[in-house]
């Protein structure tokens, strides 16, 4: 059996969060490995001779090593394409161009907008730095308008590239749901075709997997 493929990062990251949903429906096995990002261990010369911004996630396979997400996404699904969830990333140039089109708009048009929210609501109070006030207004009022195009889009059609949940539905798993544990799952509720959609997106048996490795048992006491 081949060894399984390493992904370097927390799992609480929403970029690995995004790696770690892609495996999962793809059935590869993988082995999470810890980068303690509060020790600043991701900017050190070890890390970033894997990733050169100093960011995760890394990721490796073979010997060979991927960063950015959606670029390790689009692999994992090409490599795996005979096993797991086959249709993830299409299978013909059509499917795969719509697929690819959501997916350059949750990284060009909703990612934007929704990391500065998932930063200035969840991570900065944890973090005690102090919340932009400014920032999060603007930035609700981007990601209402990229919302009410995808509303438009998921009245016509189940997901966004078509009749299945592909990579362009996953994508948006981990910003979406960091926002909708705060005020601005709102955004999503209040458009009925966003709020279904994001109903199905994230009941997910993968994605549920993915929380959970989020957030392990707490250990027995003694
Ligand atoms: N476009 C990159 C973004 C990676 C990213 O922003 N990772 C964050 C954690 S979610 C990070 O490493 N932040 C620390 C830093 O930028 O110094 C990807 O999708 O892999």
């Given at each position: 059996?081949?060894?399984?493929?390493?992904?370097?990062?927390?799992?609480?990251?929403?970029?690995?969060?995004?790696?770690?949903?892609?495996?999962?429906?793809?059935?590869?096995?993988?082995?999470?490995?810890?980068?303690?990002?509060?020790?600043?261990?991701h900017?050190?010369?070890?890390?970033?001779?894997?990733?050169?911004?100093?960011?995760?996630?890394?990721f490796?396979?073979?010997?060979?090593?991927?960063?950015?997400?959606?670029?390790?996404?689009?692999?994992?699904?090409?490599?795996?394409?005979?096993?797991?969830?086959?249709?993830l990333?299409?299978?013909?140039?059509?499917e795969?161009?719509s697929?690819?089109?959501?997916?350059?708009?949750?990284?060009?048009?909703?990612?934007?907008?929704?990391?500065?929210?998932?930063?200035?609501?969840?991570?900065?109070?944890?973090?005690?730095?102090?919340?932009?006030?400014?920032?999060?207004?603007?930035?609700?009022?981007?990601?209402?308008?990229?919302?009410?195009?995808?509303?438009?889009?998921?009245n016509?059609?189940?997901?966004?590239?078509?009749?299945?949940f592909t990579?362009?539905?996953?994508?948006?798993l981990?910003?979406?749901?960091?926002?909708?544990?705060?005020?601005?799952?709102?955004?999503?509720?209040?458009?009925?075709?966003?709020e279904?959609?994001?109903?199905?997106?994230?009941?997910?048996?993968?994605?549920?997997?993915?929380?959970?490795?989020q957030?392990?048992p707490?250990?027995?006491k003694?």
């Open positions: 059996m081949a060894a399984p493929v390493k992904l370097y990062g927390p799992p609480f990251s929403t970029a690995v969060a995004r790696v770690m949903v892609t495996l999962l429906e793809k059935d590869v096995p993988f082995q999470l490995l810890p980068v303690n990002m509060a020790k600043g261990e900017k050190k010369p070890d890390y970033l001779k894997i990733q050169p911004f100093g960011q995760v996630p890394a490796q396979d073979e010997g060979v090593t991927i960063f950015e997400s959606r670029a390790i996404s689009r692999y994992v699904c090409d490599k795996y394409a005979n096993q797991g969830n086959r249709g990333f299409g299978t013909n140039p059509l795969k161009a697929i690819d089109q959501w997916l350059e708009a949750e990284g060009q048009n909703f990612n934007p907008p929704s990391s500065i929210l998932v930063f200035q609501l969840t991570f900065a109070p944890r973090m005690k730095i102090k919340q932009d006030e400014n920032l999060i207004e603007q930035n609700e009022a981007k990601l209402a308008s990229v919302l009410d195009v995808y509303d438009r889009r998921l016509e059609s189940k997901y966004l590239a078509g009749d299945d990579l362009a539905d996953l994508s948006h981990p910003n979406a749901q960091y926002l909708n544990g705060t005020d601005d799952g709102e955004l999503f509720r209040s458009r009925k075709n966003v279904r959609w994001w109903g199905e997106v994230s009941s997910r048996e993968s994605w549920k997997k993915v929380l959970e490795m957030s392990p707490a250990p027995k003694a």
